[in-house]
């Protein structure tokens, strides 16, 4: 058994605006392991400024597990604890060694059933921001997430409001992702506003590490509250639990990229469950390599409520794969374990 690995920069049709800066380019690394004649491949899904393991070793780690990847899964797993997005490398990897593709058998991946997913608005100016909303909605999405917090929120309300006027509660769902853009008094002031527009929650309302103020805003705003950012870097069982019994939010987000793939999430949908806190999962801008592997995964959950995975179609150069957004669902459109064009990473299969 061998291991190699590359580099992909994947480009950004337009660019992506966010609290934390504008991205027009997003690095993943690849993993594949040889073996008998066959290959697994894992995606390591970085996001460079936010991952837990945005640090200088990063590739050097990335070198040493595949030089070791006869060690096996289990101990590369723990060897890698402070890397989630290697860990969640080598789970695909192992898994499409074995599975192809097709990580997890299902009607999902049968292409008999879809994953309903939630349309995302990027920052922008109010122009642009109204152009991803008309076209989010003529592609039949009924839940919307809107990136808040870096430009004039009288502007981003103008729109909240003319969506509301439009399609009740009952038609349009509509979520908003602050990125950990305001303070405490403002996130309440702010969701007063939301409350009133019947806005479904608010994600990351304050920065990540301010878990008593984040408690006092899951409390006292006015509609519930997602941790997305809190999440990161939160290693030790212990901690997760304390971080949901001090913040007690209403919702916490799953980015399996981010916090040791499916063996993390797991962890934290068993614990969040335990203490009435819902969730739903999102992909953290990887190729369709990795949001294959995180779609094939929610879906075995059974969660009603729409994921966010639908990032495929915001690259220039995305690893084509067998999947499309139909109807404001995420959905295998041809054969899941045959559908592909690797060739961008050719280098190393």
């Known amino acids: 058994m061998n291991a190699k690995y590359c580099s992909h920069i994947l480009k950004f049709k337009i660019p992506g ?90 009607s999902f991946t049968s292409g008999h059933s879809s994953q309903p997913i939630n349309g995302l608005i990027w920052m922008g100016d109010l122009a642009f921001m109204r152009d991803q909303v008309s076209k989010r909605l003529s592609e039949g999405f009924t839940t919307l997430k809107m990136k808040v917090g870096a430009i004039d929120w009288h502007q981003e ?4 409001t003319a969506l509301r006027k439009e399609f009740t509660s009952d038609e349009l769902e509509l979520r908003v992702d602050a990125n950990g853009a305001f303070e405490l008094e403002q996130a309440i002031e702010v969701s007063k506003f939301l409350a009133e527009h019947e806005v479904h929650s608010i994600e990351q309302p304050l ?100 994921q966010g995975l639908g990032t495929g179609s915001l690259f220039t150069n995305n690893i084509p794969g067998p999947y499309e957004v139909r109807g404001g669902t995420l959905k295998v459109s041809g054969k899941v374990n045959d559908d592909w064009d690797l060739s961008a990473i050719k280098s190393i299969l």
């Open 207 to 306: 920065r990540a590490g301010r878990d008593k103020e984040l408690a006092i805003a899951a409390e006292q705003m006015h509609i519930p509250i997602a941790l997305d950012e809190s999440l990161i870097g939160v290693i030790d069982p212990q901690a997760k639990s304390q971080l949901l019994d001090t913040v007690k939010p209403q919702y916490i987000i799953l980015k399996p990229s981010f916090i040791g793939g499916w063996r993390g999430a797991d962890e934290w949908i068993a614990l969040a469950e335990s203490k009435g806190i819902e969730w739903w999962a999102t992909s953290a801008l990887e190729s369709n390599v990795g949001l294959n592997a995180i779609a094939q995964w929610a879906f075995t959950k059974g969660n009603s409520i729409p």
């Open 157 to 160: 309300q103008s729109i909240l």
């Open 17 to 106: 605006g966010t609290s934390r800066g504008v991205l027009k380019e997003k690095e993943s690394f690849f993993i594949a392991i040889h073996f008998d004649g066959k290959v697994g491949l894992g995606e390591v899904g970085i996001l460079r400024g936010l991952s837990h393991d945005d640090v200088p070793e990063l590739e050097s780690q990335i070198a040493w597990t595949c030089k070791n990847i006869d060690l096996g899964l289990e101990e590369l797993y723990v060897a890698n604890a402070q890397f989630p997005s290697i860990q969640f490398a080598l789970e695909q990897a192992f898994s499409h060694l074995s599975n192809g593709f097709e990580h997890f058998e299902s």
